[in-house]
Protein backbone atom coordinates (compact mmCIF):
# COMPACT_ATOMS: atom_id res chain seq x y z
CA UNK A 1 0.00 0.00 0.00
CA UNK A 2 1.34 3.48 -1.33
CA UNK A 3 1.93 5.71 1.62
CA UNK A 4 0.45 9.28 0.83
CA UNK A 5 1.58 12.84 2.12
CA UNK A 6 -1.08 14.93 0.63
CA UNK A 7 -4.65 14.30 2.29
CA UNK A 8 -2.83 11.69 4.44
CA UNK A 9 -5.03 8.94 6.43
CA UNK A 10 -2.54 9.37 9.37
CA UNK A 11 -0.34 11.80 10.46
CA UNK A 12 3.64 11.23 9.21
CA UNK A 13 6.21 11.60 11.51
CA UNK A 14 8.88 13.92 10.41
CA UNK A 15 12.47 15.56 12.18
CA UNK A 16 13.02 19.11 11.64
CA UNK A 17 17.40 19.77 12.65
CA UNK A 18 18.33 23.01 14.27
CA UNK A 19 22.06 22.32 13.15
CA UNK A 20 24.70 24.81 14.78
CA UNK A 21 27.55 25.59 13.84
CA UNK A 22 29.20 28.05 15.92
CA UNK A 23 26.89 30.84 16.43
CA UNK A 24 25.09 30.35 13.08
CA UNK A 25 21.83 28.32 12.43
CA UNK A 26 21.34 26.38 9.00
CA UNK A 27 18.54 26.99 7.21
CA UNK A 28 17.07 25.94 3.75
CA UNK A 29 14.42 27.35 1.55
CA UNK A 30 11.75 25.06 0.74
CA UNK A 31 11.08 23.73 -2.74
CA UNK A 32 8.07 21.70 -2.13
CA UNK A 33 4.58 22.11 -0.35
CA UNK A 34 3.81 22.44 2.75
CA UNK A 35 5.68 25.84 3.00
CA UNK A 36 6.91 25.89 -0.62
CA UNK A 37 9.37 29.18 -0.69
CA UNK A 38 9.41 29.71 3.34
CA UNK A 39 13.08 29.43 4.73
CA UNK A 40 12.84 26.64 7.51
CA UNK A 41 14.85 24.08 9.25
CA UNK A 42 16.17 20.98 7.20
CA UNK A 43 14.07 17.82 7.69
CA UNK A 44 11.70 15.51 6.19
CA UNK A 45 9.77 12.12 7.03
CA UNK A 46 11.50 9.16 9.12
CA UNK A 47 11.58 5.85 7.13
CA UNK A 48 10.40 2.58 8.47
CA UNK A 49 13.39 1.24 10.52
CA UNK A 50 15.45 4.70 10.83
CA UNK A 51 16.02 6.10 14.30
CA UNK A 52 15.05 9.83 15.23
CA UNK A 53 18.84 10.81 15.11
CA UNK A 54 19.64 8.70 11.69
CA UNK A 55 16.79 10.60 9.72
CA UNK A 56 17.87 13.62 10.92
CA UNK A 57 21.83 12.90 9.45
CA UNK A 58 20.02 12.26 6.63
CA UNK A 59 18.12 14.82 5.99
CA UNK A 60 20.44 17.24 6.10
CA UNK A 61 22.91 15.41 4.42
CA UNK A 62 20.30 15.16 1.48
CA UNK A 63 18.90 18.52 1.59
CA UNK A 64 22.54 20.38 2.60
CA UNK A 65 25.12 18.23 1.51
CA UNK A 66 26.67 18.37 5.27
CA UNK A 67 27.59 15.34 7.59
CA UNK A 68 25.75 16.36 11.03
CA UNK A 69 26.37 15.16 14.56
CA UNK A 70 22.39 15.12 16.02
CA UNK A 71 22.35 15.14 19.83
CA UNK A 72 19.48 16.04 21.68
CA UNK A 73 15.94 16.12 21.27
CA UNK A 74 14.39 19.69 21.57
CA UNK A 75 10.55 19.22 21.59
CA UNK A 76 7.76 18.24 19.07
CA UNK A 77 5.63 20.22 16.87
CA UNK A 78 2.19 19.50 14.93
CA UNK A 79 2.50 20.68 11.53
CA UNK A 80 -1.11 20.32 9.76
CA UNK A 81 -2.24 22.59 7.01
CA UNK A 82 -6.09 22.93 5.89
CA UNK A 83 -7.90 23.01 3.13
CA UNK A 84 -10.44 25.92 3.12
CA UNK A 85 -13.28 23.33 3.23
CA UNK A 86 -11.54 21.68 6.13
CA UNK A 87 -10.30 18.70 5.10
CA UNK A 88 -6.23 17.87 5.76
CA UNK A 89 -3.60 18.61 3.00
CA UNK A 90 -0.73 17.79 5.42
CA UNK A 91 -0.54 16.38 8.81
CA UNK A 92 3.23 15.95 10.31
CA UNK A 93 3.64 15.39 13.75
CA UNK A 94 7.45 16.67 13.83
CA UNK A 95 9.93 15.73 16.55
CA UNK A 96 12.62 18.77 16.66
CA UNK A 97 16.51 17.53 17.00
CA UNK A 98 19.71 19.52 17.71
CA UNK A 99 22.40 18.81 15.76
CA UNK A 100 26.17 20.40 15.36
CA UNK A 101 28.52 20.66 12.62
CA UNK A 102 32.41 21.02 13.39
CA UNK A 103 33.56 21.51 9.37
CA UNK A 104 34.10 25.12 7.15
CA UNK A 105 32.08 23.77 4.04
CA UNK A 106 28.95 25.70 2.76
CA UNK A 107 25.49 23.76 2.51
CA UNK A 108 24.80 23.08 -1.15
CA UNK A 109 20.84 23.02 -1.57
CA UNK A 110 19.53 19.46 -2.92
CA UNK A 111 16.69 17.25 -2.87
CA UNK A 112 13.43 19.73 -1.77
CA UNK A 113 15.46 22.58 -0.90
CA UNK A 114 16.19 25.64 -2.95
CA UNK A 115 18.56 27.30 -1.26
CA UNK A 116 20.48 26.94 2.35
CA UNK A 117 22.48 28.91 4.58
CA UNK A 118 24.41 29.14 7.75
CA UNK A 119 22.78 32.56 9.47
CA UNK A 120 23.97 33.98 12.76
CA UNK A 121 21.23 33.42 15.42
CA UNK A 122 20.61 37.45 15.66
CA UNK A 123 19.22 36.85 11.83
CA UNK A 124 16.95 33.93 11.84
CA UNK A 125 13.75 36.04 12.89
CA UNK A 126 14.24 37.80 9.46
CA UNK A 127 14.34 35.22 6.92
CA UNK A 128 11.76 32.34 9.09
CA UNK A 129 8.11 33.29 9.08
CA UNK A 130 6.51 30.03 11.06
CA UNK A 131 6.74 30.86 14.39
CA UNK A 132 6.77 27.23 15.62
CA UNK A 133 9.96 27.10 13.57
CA UNK A 134 11.27 30.52 15.68
CA UNK A 135 9.85 28.88 18.91
CA UNK A 136 11.87 26.07 17.98
CA UNK A 137 15.66 27.39 17.28
CA UNK A 138 14.76 29.62 20.70
CA UNK A 139 14.53 26.60 22.29
CA UNK A 140 17.53 25.47 20.92
CA UNK A 141 19.46 28.00 21.36
CA UNK A 142 18.06 28.21 25.33
CA UNK A 143 19.32 24.33 25.49
CA UNK A 144 23.18 25.03 24.23
CA UNK A 145 23.31 28.09 27.14
CA UNK A 146 22.44 25.61 30.15
Not at 67 to 74: E, F, S
Not at 96 to 116: F, K, Q, R, S
Not at 127 to 143: H, P
Amino acid sequence: MAMVREFPARPWVGVGVVVWQRDRVLLIQRGRPPGAGQWGLPGGAQKLGETLFEAAAREVLEETGLLVNPYAVITAVDGISRESDGRIRFHYTLVEVAAGYDGDAEPVAADDAVDARWVPLEDVATLVEWTETLRVIMAAAEQRRT
